[in-house]
Each structure stands twice: as C-alpha cells, then as structure tokens.
C-alpha cells in the first residue's frame, strides 16, 4: 500500500510567504490576464468595523463582501510596489471591473478557484 506524503511546511517558508510576489496567468471569457498579488501580514489587513448581531442578513454580506475585496485589493497592491513591472491591475482597475471577473480573480488569489468559467 502506497502511502501519500505531503511536504511539510517550514516557519521561515510561511514567513516568506508575504514577501513573495505570486502571478497567475488567467482565462476569462476566451482570453488570458495576468495577475500577481502578495500575502499579507495582520497589520496589512483591511480594517473596518464589524456589523453587529442585529444587523440585517443582507447588509452583513454586504460587508463581508467589501472586505474580501478591499483585501484582495490590498494583496494586489502590495505585489504592485514589489513587482512594479508586472503591473496589470491596480486599485483604479479593480473598481472598474466586471464582478464575475473579480470573484474570480478573488478565488485564485484566495485559493478557492473552482474549474467554473465565467
């Protein structure tokens, strides 16, 4: 019986981790864009208030929705002043794009991509 090892990781790799530019060429709709983005460390986090428990169903996705965008927001950025010669989106961009092209840059960037293409 075969047994299947996984690489473990180190703490310096994990580190590491938020200063190295990662890129990803994507297909959308037929054709390709290229994306870098960069981990971020807690104090890079977006920060913003969070809705309280009464607050409505619709208007806590809301939040949570911004937040996951400001945050891949920032993780673009971040790999934007590493890397400025890989350059492809940046804030003003983002703004400016189709939501299905931003959830789906969001899920490769938070690795959650699923084989669906948009």
Known sequence: MT???????????????????QSAEMEYKGKTINIQWCELVES???????????????????YYTQLAGEKIKKMIEKANEKNPEGTFLTSDVWAKLPTTLKYKVSAKVMGTESNVNF
Do not use: A
Request: proline share 8%.
């Open 44 to 62: 890079e986090e977006p920060k913003m208030n969070i809705p309280s428990d009464d607050t409505p169903e619709d208007e806590k996705n809301e």
């Open 3 to 21: 047994e299947n090892t996984m690489e473990s990781w180190s703490m310096e790799d994990l580190i590491s981790l938020t200063d190295e530019v």
